[in-house]
């Protein structure tokens, strides 16, 4: 076997540690996921089991395939294309931000390919343990909701080739349903997290931004798509919060002082251009962007001209 990347969250609880690599076999790329320790066990379980519910309940969706599977780890086939967040990435560098707002529009588009059923999240038990320990935010109406809480509905888990998506992360299929609301929302906040320095640096009159948490902003045009009210933001990140709480040893309190009251219309550039570099770091790095990389290739292959003809 040989390994080209390999990466484990420590910051998990031990029953959720999973070491992700991604190795070379046979002049094939494959995907493992393996429990870092004995008491992961049952989380791989839960991810095989994870496979069957969705392909059982939606035979039409594309995911990633199990190649081979036992206790202790999963192989799953690799797929060589491009997240969304990367598309949108891309497109936010070329200034396309029409084309931005289209793979947005996609996402909520892949979203609306479950059925939704009228139900209330707070019947289940397990999603109160996991969500809403305190029921802080019980409320017994009922909502839109995916029968089956399919949590990975994220950019960075569709890969998109050809007109189709892919989903290449399932970990956390509920067997209770989960408001689609709250999938949208998280979904957009993870993708606008992730691409915060780029937003702050583009914000302008032609690509106005809402700053919804304090420092937190979302392009005007993305929330045009689908609005999200500030009570409904103040739910989903204590929903979230207490997921996150659920699964990693570090405790955090939900902050909902950091949540406006009301989101605030900004048209200004809220950083410059030459900060990206300091904003980010790691796999995320802004310096791994493939514009980057293509610009500083192009001054290499001229620098190699130069060279050559000395």
């Not at 690599?21 to 095989?48: C, D, F, G, M």
């Not at 892949?110 to 019980?138: A, M, Q, R, V, W």
């Not at 995916?146 to 007109?163: P, Q, S, T």
């Not at 207490?242 to 009251?261: A, C, G, R």
Request: aromatic share 16%.
């Amino acid at each position: 076997m040989n390994i080209a990347f390999a990466t484990s969250n420590m910051l998990r609880k031990k029953s959720y540690r999973v070491i992700t690599t991604i190795y070379k076999k046979r002049k094939k790329l494959y995907v493992r996921k393996l429990a870092e320790n004995s008491s992961a066990i049952p989380h791989i379980k839960q991810l095989i089991q994870g496979e069957e519910i969705l392909l059982k309940k939606y035979p039409g969706i594309n995911m990633t395939k199990i190649i081979q599977k036992n206790r202790k780890f999963i192989d799953y086939e690799y797929l060589p294309y491009p997240t969304l967040t990367q598309i949108v990435e891309k497109k936010l560098f070329e200034r396309k931000f029409d084309s931005a707002k289209e793979i947005i529009e996609r996402f909520y588009e892949f979203l609306d390919f479950f059925p939704t059923i009228g139900s209330n999240e707070y019947k289940s038990s397990e999603f109160c343990k996991i969500f809403d320990p305190k029921k802080e935010y019980f409320n017994s109406a009922e909502k839109s909701c995916l029968e089956i809480g399919i949590l990975d509905n994220r950019f960075d888990n569709l890969l998109f080739d050809k007109g189709e998506l892919f989903l290449i992360d399932y970990e956390w299929v509920f067997n209770f349903a989960l408001s689609k609301d709250y999938l949208k929302f998280r979904g957009l906040y993870y993708l606008c997290y992730y691409l915060q320095p780029i937003i702050k640096t583009l914000c302008s009159e032609e690509f106005p931004c809402f700053e919804v948490l304090f420092d937190f902003y979302i392009p005007k045009s993305w929330l045009d798509i689908y609005d999200f009210s500030q009570k409904q933001i103040s739910l989903f990140l204590y929903y979230e919060k207490n997921f996150q709480n659920h699964v990693n040893l570090i405790q955090e309190s939900f902050q909902k002082q950091l949540i406006l009251e009301e989101k605030k219309l900004v048209n200004y550039k809220l950083i410059e251009a030459e900060t990206l570099f300091d904003q980010k770091s790691g796999n995320n790095s802004i310096l791994k962007n493939n514009f980057l990389t293509e610009k500083v290739s192009a001054l290499q292959n001229q620098l190699n001209q130069l060279l050559k003809t000395k």
